[in-house]
């Protein structure tokens, strides 16, 4: 990050910002979200005074709430002294304040200014002097440990079916200004509205985005755990009407959404978007120093990217599906999970009212007899023979085997024919044979050198490799079973055949007595 410059960084941290639809992940990405940070917040939580250091920075916080930005050290410590004091079970006094202010200063979590009214002479050292003020990234680090204990506390969830309406009337708002807009000259006031409608539909689409992934992943949590019988059957009752409702809703609103979306992505409106543009950019122009405002975005690539969302087939419709198909699955578990529960009831109700049975039964009554009808193992005794303690059972009949004669087996498939064997060639030969078929048609004369055969196929130079090799490997024999043979003239040639070169020693192609094999 070190060797890059300004504008080069400035370049890349906009891609990062703007990709969409990315197959891998950027460069350096990791790198460009640490860039502006303070990794001292993680030392802050880490820190064997993380609890003293959160005590004066949530004291800063709720100054400021106040509408105290930039409290004195003496009023900070008054506030803040009493929970220091519980937390450390003894005394805290302004040495150990000062310290922790210290630190907490170093780590740039908080910034100090003289009060320059109380100063009375350059040896006035008290510390009321100073002013301290939280920094911007400490202040949001403390906003989201606020929303992290609150959401521990009491989990809050935005339905999206309020998302959707609301995203519904933002749209037909938004059109009712685009209209309102005149194509010469645009009402800065207007065209503010316009831009913050646009940029707060893309908030509410990412709004839906979790609020539809947390609500998945809560109904895959269901399938983890078991349930008594009255939870179970609450929490079927619950799906039964979400299926029935909640899908349906969000199915009729994403239907009235994109007919909307496409009208303000229509060529009618893009006059109109580029005079927003303009005069929005116009008036940051003269406000770049007095107020801190967000670049314009681009109105046809923020309504693309809502309309891909809402679409048929979009992230939307997937996202349901997949929350259909999660609380489907819950619905299959918690229903055959009920079903056990309830076999296993009335085996216990049927147990208990055994155990009320003999409860009732005279003492001098027995009640073995009923006892071995109770744990008797499912099974039946299917023994043909009667017998019992006095009677005892026939012997089993010997098994009689049945003597066959052995015969002869009996062939279904007729012999096959055999021919003459001398019909019969080898695999070897084949191709030898092949190969003087090669050399016959690309040479008319004999004696003849292999170089200047017709060759025009790839093929051709694997065969000259393949005839070198029979004809000068082992003496020639294989290649005098086809009546040829080959002489090394020792000099140098090519062959170039479909833009492939075969550079090797001259070879003459000359006839040969056929060899017995």
Known sequence: MNSLSESDFADKAQQLLQAENVAALQNLSGSLLLHFQN???????SAERAEFYLNILYGLLLFRRNHELEPLHDDVFQFIQS????????????????????????????????????LRGYKDTR???????????ALSFLQWLEDQLRDALEPQGTDTRDLLEEVAGRLRELQRLLNKIHKTDADPELARSATYSLARLGHLTLEINQSLADFNARLISFTLDRYEIATAQ????????????????ITVLRREIVPELEKLASPRFKPRWELCRDTLAEEVKHTAMLMRTRSIPDAGKELARLVRFYEIGGQLDQLCTRVRSSAQNVWRKLYTHLRELERKSHRMEDLKDRIRELSVLPEEQTRSGFINELIAPARMV????????VEKAEPPQPRQDQHTVKQVPISYLKPKPKGDPGSVRSLNEE????????????????????????????????????????????????????????????????VEVDERLLEFEELMISKAQKVDS
Do not use: C
């Open 39 to 45: 990794p001292n917040l993680g030392q802050l939580l």
């Open 234 to 249: 609450a929490i079927l009752r619950e799906l039964e009407h979400f299926l029935e409702n909640y899908l349906k809703r």
């Open 431 to 494: 191709k030898l044979i092949r190969l003087r078929k090669w050399i016959e048609a690309a040479h008319s004369q004999w004696p003849a050198p292999l170089s200047q055969g017709a060759y025009s196929e790839f093929t051709d130079l694997s065969s000259m490799l393949e005839l070198a090799r029979h004809g000068l490997l082992g003496n020639g024999r294989n290649l005098a079973k086809v009546d040829l043979h080959l002489d090394p003239a020792g000099t140098p040639v090519s």
């Open 382 to 389: 299917a023994d043909m023979n009667y017998w019992d303690a």
């Open 127 to 137: 510390r009321r002097k100073f002013r301290y003020r939280i920094s911007d990234q």
């Open 83 to 118: 929970a220091q004091q519980n937390l450390a079970e003894g005394e805290y006094d302004q040495n150990s304040f000062g310290q922790d202010i210290r630190t907490l200063e170093r780590w740039e979590l908080i910034s100090k200014r003289i009060e320059r009214e109380r």
